[in-house]
């Protein structure tokens, strides 16, 4: 199976829990790439890897019924789910549709604004990707990569359960941003700006997550990316894995039991030369 088949499984299986498990995390991420590069009315904006939704829905409201919001995703249940979500919102004028990041196609021209958030470093080529992406943006137009910045010490440390059975494919540094162009800002400018971008800089920002509890932070690891590591723990093997998450996020609990752990993040900006 390819990596890309591979990630449309993944997000198929995960498109119903997926940003619902009661963790305010993928919308506040979304949040701080709107206010780093906030949608303009009539706008002509792109999302690339749109998931449920988390930028597209508020880049439809910013752009107005005038403007042209366009999702797109590699999973076809996260590409119902957005839908659903913007038939809900009342927003109409909202167009989502499967694609492969790799290699979008689509009919709408060139758009003022293409963003991806969170999806970069699950392609397989992603200076590729970049440079494909950079004939879907007008000249003068704007692209906003938002990747993750360094792991939280105390977050880490509850992912490591999943170490000792994690295959190489799983150990990619690029999603821990342990070292490559994900490692650093430095790295991700000279990604974007290699594949023919200018004007790149880097808005950084943090944001805290808040897990009530054992279950929930559980709930949250098997509704993203990261159900992909439970499904490499063997079955009888799982409640010691969560036995001993538990051990450590108690290690790091407030009072009250609940686990706040820092996100940073990294929104890589830049425009497409005239």
């Known amino acids: 199976m390819s990596q890309s088949a591979r990630t449309a499984a993944l997000f ?12 305010d995390f993928f919308q506040p991420i979304a949040r701080g790439l709107l206010a780093a590069m906030p949608p303009r009315p009539g706008g002509r904006w792109l999302d690339i890897g749109c998931g449920r939704g988390a930028v ?52 709408d021209g060139r ?4 963003s991806s958030c969170l999806v970069l470093f699950f392609l397989p080529d992603p200076a590729a990707a970049l440079r494909a ?10 692209l906003g990569i938002t990747t993750f910045g360094p792991a939280d010490p105390r977050w880490q440390h509850i992912d490591e359960v999943f170490e000792p059975y994690l295959p190489s494919r799983l150990r990619d540094a690029r999603t821990s941003g342990t070292k490559g162009p994900f490692a650093s800002d430095a790295g991700m400018e000279r990604l974007v700006s290699e594949a023919g971008y200018g004007e ?25 990316g990261q159900r992909l590591m439970w499904q490499a723990v063997p079955e009888d093997r799982r409640p010691e894995v969560l036995a001993e998450a538990g051990r450590r996020l108690a ?24």
């Open 251 to 274: 290690a790091h609990a407030r009072p009250d039991g609940s686990v706040v752990f820092d996100q940073a993040i990294r929104h890589t900006l830049a425009v497409r030369p005239r």
């Open 56 to 107: 597209l829905l508020p880049v439809a409201e910013g752009v107005g019924p005038q403007g042209r919001p366009v999702g797109l995703d590699i999973s076809p249940a996260m590409v119902e789910q957005a839908r659903l979500a913007a038939r809900q919102r009342g927003l109409a004028h909202v167009r989502v549709a499967v694609g492969d990041a790799m290699a979008p196609s689509l009919e």
């Open 111 to 114: 758009f003022d604004t293409v």
């Open 12 to 23: 198929d299986a995960v498109a119903e829990t997926y940003d619902s498990v009661g963790v």
């Open 200 to 224: 790149v800089r880097t808005v950084s920002g943090s944001v805290p997550v808040v897990f009530a509890s054992l279950e929930q932070w559980r709930s949250f690891s098997l509704s993203t």
């Open 133 to 142: 992406w950079l004939g879907l943006i007008e000249p003068g137009g704007r």
